[in-house]
């Protein structure tokens, strides 16, 4: 029996892997269709059938083996029609928006996705910050380039104000809203600037979860205090705190 439910476990591990490898393949061959740069070694046709398989395990992880907690987030959208049509193509590969549950989000990385970020959230039920992507692009900048890498910082007034704008619109859209990245690893006071916003989650990475969850309790518990809320200092964060793991529950109360 022992050997049974190791043999069931691993099965389910080698799926996931092999689900994880199938996606990285469709970006990489769908981002090389798009911008016409595919390689010689790999033809649209090929690049297609990568796809179809891509998206057909997508299916079984939530169908086959019942993880319908498992939610789609779109990478790198650059127009609200471009989300419209992932979401259609997604509907016609079996992942419906809202069927099973099912929640398409979409990442927050461009300048576009947060001026028009009213317009994306009526398309996609939720956002992810990338702060990595969204501040070099809003700052004009190669985080990579020894030229100008030295100016890239997340905690810059025109990033920050962009993340604000993006928190803000999520809110009016009663959307939930997440960060991926550095930014609230690296630096506690860019963690403190998110929760005094509202922000649904923080991912951090795993050897700053302690003591950046117990700054966010602190913060937490200072807006309570100002907002003259009679409650007791709570021992549970309200921000989602996740350790290299995109997950969102409902946020402060604004």
Known sequence: MAEQEESESDRRFNNLIAISIAFVATFMALSA???GNLDKAISQTQAERI???AWYQA???????GLVNVKAMIPFCRTVEEGRRVIELMAGYGLKQGEHDLEIYAMCELPANVIYADEF?????????????LTQLTLGLDRDSEMVA????????????????????AQRAGKK???CGQAPSDYPEFAEFLVQK???????NPDTVVQT???????ENSLVTKSKKLTEPSLITNTVIDSDVVQTIDGPEQ
């Open 150 to 169: 030295h100016l890239f910082d997340e905690r810059d007034g025109a990033v920050e104000r962009m993340v604000t704008l993006a928190i803000e619109a």
């Open 213 to 219: 969850t117990h700054k966010i309790l602190e913060v």
């Open 59 to 65: 299916v079984r992880v939530r169908e086959d083996m």
């Open 33 to 35: 269709i798009k911008s």
């Open 51 to 53: 796809d179809n398989w």
């Open 198 to 204: 509202g922000i649904s989650s923080i991912s951090l």
């Open 121 to 133: 959230l009526r398309v996609f039920d939720g956002y992810s910050i990338g702060s990595n992507d």
């Open 177 to 179: 809203i997440g960060i």
